[in-house]
């Protein structure tokens, strides 16, 4: 797999620049790419605009500075053709012959900036620490639409719509959530979207998974401990709450939490204040806590698994996220989500998925839920060979091949949860229906007793890609 791409410091801009000089006079070429590297910059160096074409494909340059009237290809004509072909290098052409209106047909085909001969030095490094700063910024976007992709809820489904009316009602307030539902579902998203809505987003959201720390540290990883307190404690540390002070702390998988800690949080949520462990006074904390839980608290407490007291603090308003089954209208916004963000996290090309690899996708019973379909798109998109994902391409993915390789497959082999088995019927029908009726669709939902917009809707809901039907084998 290819390795992710680091992202750039924000500290500073690079010191050194690598270069591409273009331009047919080798006399320019060589004074240009002195006064460049006496700068402290790397400057490779081209005479015609077909080969700067071929060094772009395969060299990485932080700016490319042409010639405009050269033999061949004009400087103007090579900024179009590079424009179009996606590169997002910044490009600055230069010419002796210099007018308006040149000018301002090189801005409108995206030339970062148009230099008159003969050039300044000064005016030339100017232009290149320029470039280097947008281009710091544009990367520095680039990673916080990352940063926020990586955290957004995705879909467009009814149980989606009704989870996300509910976490702008609660995030307003002071109410304790409790979140439910399978491993894999998005709980720490849910959590974070909270906290991000709420009146404390400014401050930390810091996260505990009770489940992944031993007994015998939980307490100092909540509370904190002193030096000395214990074997190993070579030093203070400060605990979950103090570092989640005025913001949100996270407690995923509180039903694993060891019954002899879930006393000391429930003294926390109850007195607002922290002891470190060899401390010798409490400290007040200001923090909102939110837990999350794959297990079935009330059982739990039945089984004195879990304290009455601490259930009832901490389930005041429950949250139920439903598994990714349950959820079928979702996965074309899923797929495209999280295909194009794991495209951008490796600097990979951007796939499409086809209709029929969805539908596909959708027949598998997905027990790790949102997660699990995250891995296999990006397994989807690490080895597809073609542009677009085949039904083919899942089929090989799919773990134990679960996924149907036609429409109808679950219903048919007696395999399948009963909604998959239900929807693969749904499915076949529809498209039986729609090719009898030669894509007459008002007639279509007549047959079946529809109105015309619930036909589309279900259509959609199916991954029936009525555009792509029509078109002839």
Same mark, same amino acid.
């Given at each position: 797999?290819?390795?992710?791409?680091?992202?750039?410091?924000?500290?500073?801009?690079?010191?050194?620049?690598?270069? !591409?000089?273009?331009?047919?006079?080798?006399?320019?070429?060589?004074?240009?790419?002195?006064?460049?590297?006496?700068?402290?910059?790397?400057?490779?160096?081209?005479?015609?605009?077909?080969?700067?074409?071929?060094?772009?494909?395969?060299?990485?340059?932080?700016?490319?500075?042409?010639?405009?009237?050269?033999?061949?290809?004009?400087?103007?004509?090579?900024?179009?053709? @590079?424009?179009?072909?996606?590169?997002?290098?910044?490009?600055?052409?230069?010419?002796?012959?210099?007018?308006?209106?040149?000018?301002?047909?090189?801005?409108?085909?995206?030339? @970062?900036?148009?230099?008159?001969?003969?050039?300044?030095?000064?005016? !030339?490094?100017?232009?290149?620490?320029?470039?280097? &700063?947008?281009?710091?910024?544009?990367?520095?976007?680039?990673?916080?639409?990352?940063?926020?992709?990586?955290?957004?809820?995705? +879909?467009? +489904?009814?149980?989606? &719509?009704?989870?996300?009316?509910?976490?702008?009602?609660?995030?307003?307030?002071?109410?304790?959530?409790?979140?439910?539902?399978?491993?894999?579902?998005?709980?720490?998203? *849910?959590?974070?979207?909270?906290?991000?809505?709420?009146?404390?987003?400014?401050?930390?959201?810091?996260?505990?998974?009770?489940?992944?720390?031993?007994?015998?540290?939980?307490?100092?990883?909540?509370?904190?401990?002193?030096?000395?307190?214990?074997?190993?404690?070579?030093?203070?540390?400060?605990?979950?709450?103090?570092?989640?002070?005025?913001?949100?702390?996270?407690?995923?998988?509180?039903?694993?939490?060891?019954?002899?800690?879930?006393?000391?949080?429930?003294?926390?949520?109850?007195?607002?204040?922290?002891?470190? *462990?060899?401390?010798?006074?409490?400290? &007040?904390?200001? *923090?909102?806590?939110?837990?999350?839980?794959?297990?079935?608290?009330?059982?739990?407490?039945?089984?004195?698994?879990?304290?009455?007291? @601490?259930?009832?603090?901490?389930?005041?308003?429950?949250?139920?996220?439903?598994?990714?089954?349950?959820?079928?209208?979702?996965?074309?916004?899923?797929?495209?989500?999280?295909?194009?963000?794991?495209?951008?996290?490796?600097?990979?090309?951007?796939?499409?998925?086809?209709?029929?690899?969805?539908?596909?996708?959708?027949?598998?019973?997905?027990?790790?839920?949102?997660?699990?379909?995250?891995?296999?798109?990006?397994?989807?998109?690490?080895?597809?060979?073609?542009?677009?994902?085949?039904?083919?391409?899942?089929?090989?993915?799919?773990?134990?091949?679960?996924?149907?390789?036609?429409?109808?497959?679950?219903?048919?082999?007696?395999?399948?949860?009963?909604?998959?088995?239900?929807?693969?019927?749904?499915?076949?029908?529809?498209?039986?229906?729609?090719?009898?009726?030669?894509?007459?669709?008002?007639?279509?939902?007549?047959?079946?007793?529809?109105?015309?917009?619930?036909?589309?809707?279900?259509?959609?809901? !199916?991954?029936?890609?009525?555009?792509?039907?029509?078109?002839?084998?």
């Amino acid at each position: 797999m290819a390795a992710a791409q680091a992202w750039p410091r924000k500290d500073s801009v690079p010191r050194k620049a690598h270069l !591409l000089l273009i331009d047919d006079d080798p006399n320019t070429l060589a004074s240009l790419a002195r006064a460049f590297r006496l700068a402290g910059h790397e400057a490779t160096v081209c005479d015609n605009a077909n080969r700067a074409t071929e060094l772009v494909k395969t060299e990485r340059f932080d700016l490319i500075l042409s010639d405009v009237v050269m033999p061949g290809k004009t400087g103007m004509e090579l900024l179009e053709e @590079l424009k179009k072909n996606g590169v997002q290098t910044p490009i600055v052409l230069i010419s002796g012959q210099a007018n308006i209106e040149m000018a301002v047909k090189a801005t409108r085909l995206g030339a @970062l900036d148009f230099l008159e001969k003969p050039l300044s030095t000064d005016k !030339l490094l100017l232009t290149v620490e320029n470039a280097l &700063k947008l281009s710091r910024l544009e990367d520095e976007n680039r990673e916080l639409r990352h940063r926020l992709g990586k955290h957004e809820l995705v +879909g467009s +489904g009814p149980a989606m &719509k009704r989870l996300l009316a509910q976490i702008e009602r609660v995030a307003a307030s002071e109410t304790r959530v409790c979140i439910l539902g399978e491993t894999g579902t998005g709980k720490e998203l *849910v959590a974070r979207a909270i906290h991000e809505k709420s009146p404390r987003h400014e401050n930390a959201f810091i996260t505990l998974n009770c489940a992944a720390v031993p007994a015998e540290l939980i307490e100092s990883e909540l509370f904190g401990h002193e030096k000395g307190s214990f074997t190993g404690a070579a030093g203070r540390h400060t605990g979950k709450f103090e570092q989640a002070e005025g913001g949100t702390l996270f407690l995923d998988e509180i039903g694993d939490m060891p019954v002899s800690m879930q006393a000391k949080l429930l003294r926390v949520l109850e007195e607002g204040e922290v002891e470190r *462990v060899g401390g010798e006074k409490p400290i &007040k904390v200001n *923090v909102r806590v939110i837990v999350a839980t794959h297990r079935n608290l009330e059982e739990l407490v039945k089984k004195n698994e879990f304290r009455r007291d @601490l259930f009832h603090r901490i389930y005041v308003f429950p949250l139920i996220l439903p598994p990714l089954r349950e959820r079928p209208e979702d996965f074309p916004d899923l797929v495209t989500h999280f295909a194009r963000q794991v495209a951008a996290q490796n600097a990979w090309k951007e796939k499409l998925f086809a209709p029929e690899a969805i539908a596909a996708l959708r027949q598998y019973s997905w027990p790790g839920n949102v997660r699990e379909l995250r891995n296999v798109v990006e397994r989807l998109v690490l080895l597809a060979t073609g542009d677009a994902i085949t039904i083919d391409d899942v089929k090989l993915v799919l773990p134990g091949g679960e996924s149907s390789a036609s429409a109808g497959t679950a219903a048919e082999t007696g395999q399948g949860t009963l909604l998959q088995r239900t929807e693969a019927f749904e499915r076949e029908v529809l498209l039986a229906e729609i090719r009898r009726h030669n894509f007459h669709m008002t007639n279509v939902a007549r047959a079946l007793g529809l109105e015309r917009s619930h036909l589309y809707k279900k259509c959609q809901q !199916l991954c029936i890609d009525l555009q792509s039907l029509r078109k002839p084998e």
